[in-house]
């Protein structure tokens, strides 16, 4: 499974949109690109997949470059309330069965008022 | 909120002491996985299974076992638990359809 890293925190204030990179140089041809975000005393909880180009939700916007070697998550407008640990994985996509999911330290984000 | 119910939430322990966590879904989802989280390592697989009676390792097994006699229950059991084992413990699921994967809200074992 392609490594990844990210930066280890991020500081922001409220409204305004955070940019978090991931990078997986060794990302294999058939491995996707999925974000997690997890609040304190909670579990992970997925926020969005892409394989390439760019994929939008209702949450936020995942940018993958043609090479794939980097990934960026996009919060739009961000609240208090996105303050949180943002995981970058990279593997086979979910849906298709078993997910060995491998999780790094993630990106802990804080947004202030 | 996918059904995952993890008992207990919070467990102090003895050293030397065995001990099992259980997780229960109501989902029928094929997979079960379960991780633990410590500060500075993000979260470690330990063991998973892919249907009943059938588990697999994880990357940090050593002092774990997992039983998965029914789908909606996996338990992780901690032999003899020593100081190293004190972590929060998730469980997660997942199935064929679903991209995503759904995580419990953890288990907190202090082992003193």
């Known amino acids: 499974l392609a490594k990844t890293t990210q930066p280890i925190s991020m500081d922001s204030y409220e409204g305004q949109e955070v940019n978090i990179t991931c990078s997986h140089n060794?990302?294999?041809?058939?491995?996707?690109i999925t974000w997690y975000q997890q609040f304190p005393s909670q579990g992970p909880r997925f926020i969005i997949q892409?394989?390439?180009t760019k994929v939008t939700n209702e949450v936020a916007s995942l940018f993958i470059p043609a090479d794939r070697k980097s990934s960026t998550l996009s919060l739009p407008r961000v609240s208090l309330s996105d303050t949180a640990v943002y995981y970058c994985?990279?593997?086979?996509?979910?849906?298709?069965?078993?997910?060995?999911?491998?999780f790094g330290t993630g990106t802990r984000l804080l947004v202030s008022p | 909120d996918a059904g995952i119910t993890q008992s207990p939430r919070h467990k102090v322990t003895e050293t030397g002491t065995p001990v099992t966590l259980r997780c229960h879904q109501t989902?029928?989802?094929?997979?079960m996985y379960w991780y633990r989280q410590d500060p500075g390592h993000g979260l470690r697989l330990i063991h998973y299974?892919?249907?009943?009676?059938?588990?697999d390792k994880g990357e940090v097994s050593d002092g774990y076992s997992v039983s998965r006699s029914k789908t909606e229950d996996f338990l992780l059991t901690l032999e003899s638990a020593t100081s190293s084992q004190t972590s929060v413990y998730f469980c997660?699921?997942?199935?064929?359809?679903?991209?995503?994967?759904?995580f419990g809200q953890g288990t907190r074992l202090t082992v003193v």
């Open positions: 892409g394989y390439k």
């Open positions: 994985l990279v593997g086979p996509p979910g849906g298709t069965g078993f997910q060995k999911l491998v």
């Open positions: 299974s892919y249907g009943v009676k059938d588990t």
């Open positions: 997660a699921i997942s199935d064929s359809v679903n991209t995503e994967a759904f």
């Open positions: 989902e029928n989802h094929r997979y």
């Open positions: 060794n990302i294999a041809t058939n491995d996707y």
